[in-house]
């Protein structure tokens, strides 16, 4: 099974800036979906950016205008850029791969932003 390695995350000051990666050990061209989830201490997981097989991307708006998803298949690695980053979007993030038989989660990288 492909695995998932997140990357990029760290501490950063209210309207800096990150980008994440997640390399992973296989082709991620098989998979229909990818995304970046988050969950911060006591809440839920929530997603923060999706990108479709053919390149379509969807935002929430806690995210929209601000993130940007991309994944480059002939590296097998999906990137997250987060701009204007806000003392809300403190949370462990995550990437994932969707296929016909697969849902598969990487460990996760932290982001602490500092107000």
């Known amino acids: 099974q492909v695995q998932l390695v997140e990357s990029g995350g760290g501490l950063v000051q209210a309207g800096g800036s990150l980008r994440l990666s997640c390399a992973a050990s296989?082709?991620?061209?098989?998979?229909?979906?990818m995304g970046w989830y988050r969950q911060a201490p006591e809440k839920q997981r929530e997603v923060v950016a999706t990108i479709f097989s053919n390149g379509y991307t969807i935002y929430p708006t806690s995210t929209k205008g601000r993130a940007t998803i991309s994944r480059d298949n002939a590296k097998n690695t999906l990137f997250l850029q987060m701009n204007n980053l806000k003392p809300e979007d403190t949370a462990v993030y995550y990437c994932?791969?969707?296929?016909?038989?697969?849902?598969?989660w990487g460990q996760g990288t932290q982001v602490t932003v500092s107000s």
């Open positions: 994932n791969a969707l296929g016909p038989t697969d849902n598969i």
């Open positions: 296989g082709s991620i061209a098989r998979f229909n979906a």
